[in-house]
């Protein structure tokens, strides 16, 4: 045997070294994108719970601003039926818009969480692609 074939059988880089080498370099490759995969889901989980402490925050807050807005009515508001004529509207404007703010900020929650869940699925899904093919080679 040649001293360059030894060297080749040594270092397994005949045909099957080769193919060998190939296959292992895909599995850690997968490995590699599966640890990065992993990182990603759980930097995704933290957005995810600062974005929605921040819209319970915002939530809460345009719920106590519902209440103030029932609450709105001062004798000055209402001293006599002019006055009383003219709140009415602007009485009703400030409870509609206190509303509109609690829907807001309720189907932005609800966005944020169905969000979250879809890029998880598709991490989740690609890590399974993964050991899938790992599976395969190891």
Do not use: H
Not at 2 to 25: N, P, Q, R, T, W
Not at 102 to 124: G, H, P
């Amino acid at each position: 045997m040649k001293l360059v074939e030894k060297i080749m059988s040594i270092l397994k880089l005949d045909e099957a070294g080769k193919i060998s080498k190939f296959f292992e370099s895909l599995v850690k490759d997968s490995k590699r994108a599966i640890a990065q995969l992993e990182s990603n889901k759980k930097a995704a989980a933290i957005e995810y719970e600062q974005e929605k402490d921040e819209l319970t925050e915002q939530l809460e807050d345009a719920r106590e601003a519902v209440e103030a807005a029932y609450e709105n009515v001062t004798l000055e508001n209402v001293k006599n039926n002019e006055a009383i004529n003219r709140y009415k509207e602007i009485y009703l404007d400030g409870i509609s818009s206190a509303e509109d703010k609690v829907k807001y900020f309720e189907e932005e929650l609800s966005d944020l969480e169905e969000e979250y869940n879809s890029n998880i699925e598709a991490i989740e899904e690609q890590i399974a692609k993964y050991k899938a093919l790992i599976a395969r080679f190891e």
